[in-house]
């Protein structure tokens, strides 16, 4: 299920209607999965923040770097001009070229891109290969392809699915999730939407409620079901923060940072061979750059303002990142089996501490 | 009452005998406060790294900005050379040229700095100007050299003391506070310690427990009081984190963003207005920075044995804000009062959560 | 004389009518200089960046450190914001709290400032020691007030003048020099100016001559005029660039970037012990940021306009340093001599070189 | 050929015995080239620090960014890590990820790599669309094999060859050059040695001359020759330093960051659409890197030491960016034609400047 379905509720703000990145209006979401016996269990998933021609409608963006332990393309692109020109393909460690690649000759096939001599694809990617054959690198064009197409623009699947296929976080199988944010009118009315793929260590806080002494020894639990120990690798994680705030790239630099806070309350400290990254866009039309303009009209919401997006951005990583985990399922995998995370200890711990709220589905 | 007397425990590493920076070896804690009625409660607070010539014997060290709102005089040349050349400061925003200039001509008297014509004094801020009249910069040359001179190397004072004297965080009376983290033998045998300035806002939140909710609102609690409500400027916090391990800049530039997980996990987003920054610096002799050698020593904690070090980093930051916030006493200042947070309610709360240990006294 | 009235033109570009930073429209210019005997050679130069009130409405603005040996004030909280809310003052390293402290006063002491309770003002400073009897500290709030309220608008002092008093560049008497350029109407019309003040080594080079070759040491050269040799300490630069065009501050930061091309072009390798900033705005109407707005306009100059804003910014550093010793004067310091440079053997390898064009006096 | 051959000397240092990055003791080059009619001119270029296995012995190193308008894949673990485990390669803009994903095949397919399942490529690119038929992305992974095993390490292949088969810079044809600098014995006795792809624009300078001024205009001279001119794209450089001095990755970051001074020097303001990117790395054996040690001994150059390493870097990048373009021949490319640099105007222009030597062959 999903966190706050059954009760677990991060935070004060209250979510959007499908509390995913897909709230921010225009953000579409592609996974394509590959799974062949325990041996591969990788994938891809795309972020795509509008339905037009994402290179001559560019996005207003950041990234902002929580420890570089990964391999993610295209930043310091981003980082120069403050924009985005392709969608954000999210997959694993060493599948972030072929990707790359899949996705550059994909985007250089549409209709509008015929005279287009260089592009930059940003790709995140964090490391699958305990429960996906890794070295394999098994990802193919039309993997890449069905992810940048085949998109959803309200539920959005969570999971082990796409890039989530092959992860494990705290022990336990991680994944994509995802959260959003809805601030008051007298805050500016906007969305914040975050997608996550979750492949990190740390001592499970959720709420926080330190859950990690509630709950099995993740390896102990593995040889309890006969199955191989995860994997103790102190993982990455990719976090992609969508709004439709006008900001500029300055601006989505400052938001993306908040995203960390988030992650350190789940109980990650950002380990050395940690990858944790945050991608930050802008899909406000306002803002959409042209890349032929010479002067560039922008609008960004400034000062006091941005806290409550701040506040935002935390709260959404954080529930975005237990959503990953609660979503799923247990992984027989390459090396080794990655059970999914046992949720009755879990809420009873979050019962114990009176931080279960009555349970309460989401509708749309 | 410190928080761990009382039975609130951060994490799970122990820390070192006194439970504060002062556990790295060498370091010496010096505060100078300034009280007059209720128009000026300010400060200054001196972190020495070690009682040698801090010009002669530079100690490698970093700063981090988690937001950058405030006035912090030093840090280009740190982050250029990645070392430190003089004590550390901290003290009220608009003191911060003053204090500086003051330690300066402090340290140009000290014996073998007669021919010393460049000096980089490393001075932070909060902002004090609700419980101080902050727009009449008191503080003077002698409270200078004071906080540089009486140094305590065991117990260090907390609360409203020092820089400390005028600061509010969460609403309530914030001001200094210190932990540190011992390491297991197997990982090092590293101490940590921190020392924090608190001045910040958000949701009170500790060892993961959200005690705001339990709390009176203090505005509402300072009227109950018959006194003014206090401000809810969003404030700012300065961290200072020590290591005996030996780090180079580098590294410990990454150790001092894993005080900003501490932060976050006390219920801070780094708002806006926030000037949150880190200053990290290692202590080991081997490493100590002579400016007239050409080849320097640089050994340096590496790869995953760092990880336990952001451990440390993280959870002494958490603890160390906690006792800012429990050692502080009301103050009733220029324009009105910080009362001290209400300890029943806090303690009550973390009990029914489960997150209250059995008390017991930290001795020494 | 200035260089270009002496047939020496740096690149391709028209400078604006003054050839001076007070180009920009709105930009002025003050300089407080002390001089006592031999023994002090220092003083404050102001750049205002326009005539109302900088807290209220402020510049978009971006520092840039190519050598952080340095004591620049306020740079994290522009990076932060983007924003300049004070104007910018240069002095000497020892000066630069004394004269922040000072420009608070005076800042605090406006109409409007009443209740202002924290404000960022922006020191930069490089190392006028060998003239001047830095360790005296000898600035007073007077001369501060000076530098901050008589201001030029049209020419502009350069040489041995308010900060550039006691500094030296390249073993010459070094100070300020300022250069604009003006923009076709084609790539937007827009002026860049710059103001500098001199203080670094290197191997001098002007219009791509090494003229350093046709130099007299300036030890010996100081030696046969009875005087004491300059110091060959490697000093610094500090280099404020001013431009109409609207840019937001992720642009100023990369306009900002190129005054370093200027400064390599004239022999400088930003030695180890230098300090060389270059802190940039832009006063174009639209952009200025009232603090109290919840969304800031910010327009910007986008992409390929932006490369003739870069060659402006970098023929104009270029320009602004030579000025600054060809402006400046032999000065009979605290600790030795800096000789005026030497003009004939410059101009005479210019000369050879074919690099001097016909003297063409720069009217108005 | 060579710039130094024909009485072409930048700066007053000394080249090593080869005046190439190979002068680096250890250092390997290797390129393999595409050409395939007029279609085809690109390439890739294999810079490879030392001769052991990198991934077990890693080269502190560090990336700078002057322009990041580039797809460098791998920086940000060499930013978090400041070390590099792979080769470094250089190829056309196009065909990034595909060779990072041969390079990274190759590289787990050697001996002892077996069960690593995370490795960082570090791969730049400059845009050869004018010359080659980008879009096509040619490059197979035996041509990336070849370039990291056919390595050179003496004389290093300039001009159009490697990854500079199919570069233009100044409108001229670019593509790979390379030198170095020692340093006198007291200044440490290290050397310099730096390697770069040129495909960038600006107003062409050599050894400070604007011999832009005396060539014609590369369009005009593409039709003199009855071929289609240049594309006037504004290109991109990239720049790798290396060096047996003892230097942290902190100083690596500082050392690069010089290497933007030689390349200012040559005309280049790094233009808007310019992909500037500096990578550097230190041989010294002492200093390498095992990646399970827990600590790292090292050692670096420090304080003014550095500096006579800035000065022979920005020469050596100078003087490489003049090969690149003296040893390159005239290709008839995809697009059009880019000649080779008229050399007769240009030692004209030298000659009449005074800034011709006479020509002294390099022997070895």
Redesign the interface.
């Known amino acids: 299920p999903r966190a706050r379905d059954v009760g677990v509720v991060i935070g ?1 703000m209250s979510p959007g209607p499908h509390n995913a990145i897909t709230d921010v209006d225009g953000v579409g979401i592609g996974h394509a999965t590959l799974v062949e016996g325990t041996r591969l269990h990788t994938g891809v998933t795309a972020i795509v923040p509008h339905a037009g021609n994402m290179f001559r409608q560019r996005v207003p963006a950041a990234i902002v ?13 981003v ?4 924009e985005i020109e392709t969608p954000i393909l999210l997959t694993g ?2 599948s ?3 990707v ?2 899949a996705a ?2 994909w985007l ?1 096939r549409q209709p509008g891109m015929e005279n ?6 940003v790709v995140g990617e964090t ?1 699958d ?1 305990y429960l996906s054959d ?2 394999a ?1 098994p990802l193919t064009p039309a993997l890449v392809e069905q992810a940048l197409t085949r998109l959803s623009y309200g539920d959005v699947q969570e999971g082990d699915v796409g890039a989530g296929a092959g992860t494990v976080a705290f022990g336990w199988k991680g994944g994509i999730g995802t959260s959003s944010r809805h601030l008051a009118e007298s805050d ?1 009315g906007y969305t914040v939407g975050v997608l996550v793929q979750s492949n990190f260590g740390g ?1 499970l ?1 959720i ?4 859950v990690w002494k509630s709950l099995p020894d993740p390896a102990e639990y593995a040889r309890s079901l006969k199955v191989p120990p995860p994997s103790t690798g ?1 993982g990455s994680i990719m976090m992609v923060v969508a709004t439709d705030a ?1 900001l ?3 601006n989505l630099q ?1 938001l993306a ?2 995203a ?3 992650l ?2 789940t109980g ?6 940690s ?1 944790d ?1 945050v991608i930050a866009f802008s899909t406000a039309k306002e803002n959409l ?1 042209d ?17 409550p997006l ?2 935002a ?2 709260e959404a990583t954080e529930e975005a990142i237990v959503n990953s985990l609660f979503r799923a399922h247990t992984v027989h995998g390459n090396r080794g089996t990655a059970a999914a995370l046992p949720l009755k200890p879990v809420l009873d711990a979050l019962r ?4 279960l709220s009555p349970a309460k589905p989401h509708g749309k």
């Open positions: 004060t770097v929580g420890n570089g332990f990964g391999k993610l393309a295209g930043i310091t692109q980082q120069e001009l403050g460690t060493l972030t070229w072929k790359a690649d550059v000759d250089l287009v001599r260089s592009i930059n694809p490391n290969g890794i070295r690198r500016g001592q806080t709420a926080g409620v330190p102190d006008p500029d790239a300055a400052r940072r908040r960390l806070v988030g350190a309350r990650s400290v950002m380990s050395n061979g990858g990254y750059r890349p032929d303009v010479s002067v560039q009209p922008a609008r960004s919401v400034a000062g006091e303002a941005m806290t701040f506040e951005t935390a114990r501490a009176g931080a």
